[in-house]
Nanobody
Framework: QVQLVESGGGSVQPGGSLRLSCVAS????????MGWYRQGPGKQRELVAT???????NYADSVKGRFTISRDNAKNTVYLQMNSLKPQDTAVYYC?????????WGQGTQVTVSS
């Protein structure tokens, strides 16, 4: 049974930081491209960041320089370090694992940035 379980969401003031984690089970984690997506209120789900098995990263323009994606293959875990958070970063953040045409999603974790 495949599971992607996110944690680390919460409420933070503008300018603050959060670190999201996603633990994967039931997959060969090392061969999967891992990523984070988000869906804000009334918006479509959008890419935040991805990290391939070869350590290539891709970031949405809106988060470049503020967010960092990383992975620990020994722990089957992908992280998203979020700094300098803005109110527009408020969204449900989803972990994604992709290998060729196979796609898995976590259940999401809420991030709220508000003063």
């Amino acid at each position: 049974q495949v599971q992607l379980v996110e944690s680390g969401g919460g409420s933070v003031q503008p300018g603050g930081s959060l670190r999201l984690s996603c633990v994967a089970s039931g997959i060969n984690f090392r061969i999967f491209t891992m990523g984070w997506y988000r869906q804000g209120p009334g918006k479509q789900r959008e890419l935040v960041a991805t990290l391939t098995t070869g350590s290539n990263t891709n970031y949405a323009d809106s988060v470049k320089g503020r967010f960092t994606i990383s992975r620990d293959n020994a722990k089957n875990t992908v992280y998203l370090q979020m700094n300098s958070l803005k109110p527009q970063d408020t969204a449900v953040y989803y972990c994604n694992g992709r290998y060729i045409t196979t796609n898995y999603w976590g259940q999401g974790t809420q991030v709220t940035v508000s003063s």
